[in-house]
């Protein structure tokens, strides 16, 4: 992986003569210069996925961190990591963190918070820890606030850092904590502080642009309020950021169609669509098609799909464990239910992986996601093949990526130890024909794998 340095410049983008015409550059300058050093760049390496790729094969990526303690935790967006609905075993890895003196030092993720878009990685050498860190702001936002953003340019001119200066120009309901602000941004600018120039505090980061244009001056903020717990909760590993309040519904508003057909005078309320099978829900006696009016006498409304969030939000409030009464209307009747919540099941990107060089195969534990998105049965028991090498072994004879390995040979495979202990075994004995029992779609097949020790 060749060297990417950084050269911190000073660059003030006027977007047009109206656009920062009452902040002065020498003190937008002096802000850049006080928290230039806390804004880095982290590279990384993602999966290639698809039909096409090889195994193990993955592109180098970078994205912006903001350095958010003197421990050297660095916090970075979470829309670098895949979307497990469409490549559910993909992973992101080998993260670095590039210093102001243009030295790369590496770093192991922490954790991520899906709902607050943010991830942390931690810098692994002490020494290396940066001296300067940036502190974020629950401040209340006003119309005209002026901020200044500290970005980074594109690879063509060595990812150089840069400062504009702008204002804040609306404060968003929906969603919320949310405000857009005239601002000159990129695409890639994702991640990126925003700074008050009130307070010299963060006030938030860049979310995105208006429009998907590639460069836009309405540039959407996520207000620190959004991303506030995680900073106050910083996971200590992986499996730690895993531990949130789980209901296991799927929902959908109460338009104003359903109230009238259900006979709802009052129009409140959030439909339950879907419950996962032994799920808080599942076990508390919810249904599919009950109607949740509130929460521990939190009333709920929920009449648009973009209101769905709030009721989201108002369920990771709750901790793993405790519990709260849920108000349904079912058959026209309002009726009481004591829920436990319990902790969010592990998802693909946390999974337990094994990958064997000897017959080309890489398999993850199968998590919650992974039997959703493939409708495995909750009783289905193996792992879950994640890669297999072109014309190795394994592919020879015919296992592709999704399946789900049962047995080996004699041995059931009921998660990623017992196929590591197959495996092992058959090594040990240098078997020349293995056989491989798989779950494929709704049927099973057997494989007759040949080795060649």
Known sequence: MRVINLKAIFLILFVSNFVCAEISPKVLAEIFEKNKNAIVQVNFLSDITGPFASQGSKYESN???????????????????????????????????????????????LGKDEDAGVAFIQIEEREKFPKKYLKFSEEELKLGDEVISITTLNKEENFAKVFNGGYVNGILTTPKNFASVFLPSIDTNLGAPVISMK??????????????????????????S????????????????????????????LTKELAIYWGIEEREGIVISTIIEDSPADEAGLSEGDIVTSINSVKISVSEDYEI?????????????????????????????????????????????????????????ITFDLRRTFNLESSAKGVYVADVEPASWVSLAGISLGDVIQKVNSDK???????????????????EEVTFFALRGVGTILFLVKTEF
């Open 413 to 431: 495979i009921e998660n990623v130890t017992d196929f590591k202990n197959a495996i092992a075994k058959v090594i040990e004995n240098k078997d």
């Open 226 to 253: 959004h991303f506030a717990n995680s900073l106050k909760e910083i996971p200590k590993n992986p499996e730690e950021s895993n531990t949130k309040a789980w209901l296991g519904i799927e929902t959908q508003p």
């Open 309 to 365: 969030e709030s009721f989201r939000n108002l369920i990771r409030q709750y901790k793993p464990n405790e519990t709260a009464i849920f108000t349904v209307i079912r058959d026209g009747e309002d009726q009481i239910f004591n829920v436990k919540f319990g902790d969010i099941p592990k998802s693909s990107f946390f999974a337990e992986e094994y990958k064997n060089d000897e017959f080309g195969i890489s398999v993850v534990e």
């Open 63 to 109: 994205t912006i961190g903001v350095v958010i303690a003197d421990s050297g935790v660095v916090m970075i967006g979470d829309h670098i990591f895949p979307n497990t609905t469409f490549s559910p075993t993909a992973k992101v890895e080998g993260f670095e963190v590039v210093l102001s003196d243009e030295s790369k030092v590496k770093a192991k993720f």
């Open 199 to 224: 307070t010299g505090l963060a006030i938030g980061v860049i979310s995105g642009t208006d429009l998907g244009r590639l460069v836009s001056h309405n540039t959407l903020i996520k207000t620190t």
